[in-house]
T-cell receptor, first 112, second 111 residues
Framework: QKEVEQNSGPLSVPEGAIASLNCTYSDRGSQSFFWYRQYSGKSPELIMFIYSNGDKEDGRFTAQLNKASQYVSLLIRDSQPSDSATYLCAVKVVDSSYKLIFGSGTRLLVRP | EAQVTQNPRYLITVTGKKLTVTCSQNMNHEYMSWYRQDPGLGLRQIYYSMNVEVTDKGDVPEGYKVSRKEKRNFPLILESPSPNQTSLYFC??????????FGPGTRLTVL
């Protein structure tokens, strides 16, 4: 059973701090990784995707991938109260072109 | 406006009464998918479709059916709903299988 694990939180950080969200996955051959943000009562929206080991930056967001450790993370710099949401990690199944496994999400709370 | 639409948004029904949740996208995407979201379990894929007339099971297909007769539509059918299918359902579409665009969700309650 392929799995994607996230700490459910809530992760509470003060405004302006760096929020660090973590995700581990069980399928060693996975190649594609995604971070989605979901506000309460809304649908998920894609923030970032990453395919290669290392860091990928997009504005205040940085995705980090370590395939050897089967670990992917999302850093949010200068956190804002509007970043308060649930962040979902998703991993594409190796033997499928369109099958994603989602983690249960980490709830982030940014305190003003 | 590029979007994925779902109907109905809210539905309360009784055990055994067949229902269909519609999903439509206007982005000419090949890939479409259905998920259910339950507290503590996250998003779980029910079925997905790679193109017209091509569908495959996700992780939790039991009790559900789908069809893809047109590229833009991907309805989810519950032939005999049961209370354990009470959930929040999302339809999603994607051009290349990676970036998925989600619909607004359908909250289903089966009594």
């Amino acid at each position: 059973q392929k799995e994607v694990e996230q700490n459910s939180g809530p992760l509470s950080v003060p405004e302006g701090a760096i929020a660090s969200l973590n995700c581990t996955y069980s399928d060693r051959g996975s190649q594609s990784f995604f971070w989605y943000r979901q506000y309460s009562g809304k649908s998920p929206e894609l923030i970032m995707f990453i395919y290669s080991n290392g860091d990928k930056e997009d504005g205040r967001f940085t995705a980090q991938l370590n395939k050897a450790s089967q670990y992917v993370s999302l850093l949010i710099r200068d956190s804002q109260p509007s970043d308060s949401a649930t962040y979902l990690c998703a991993v594409k199944v190796v033997d499928s072109s369109y099958k994603l496994i989602f983690g249960s999400g980490t709830r982030l709370l940014v305190r003003p | 406006e590029a979007q994925v639409t779902q109907n109905p948004r809210y539905l309360i029904t009784v055990t055994g009464k067949k229902l269909t949740v519609t999903c439509s996208q206007n982005m000419n995407h090949e890939y479409m998918s259905w998920y259910r979201q339950d507290p503590g379990l996250g998003l779980r894929q029910i079925y997905y479709s790679m193109n017209v007339e091509v569908t495959d099971k996700g992780d939790v297909p039991e009790g559900y059916k789908v069809s893809r007769k047109e590229k833009r539509n991907f309805p989810l059918i519950l032939e005999s709903p049961s209370p354990n299918q009470t959930s929040l359902y999302f339809c999603a579409s994607s051009l290349g299988g990676d970036t998925q665009y989600f619909g607004p969700g359908t909250r289903l309650t089966v009594l």
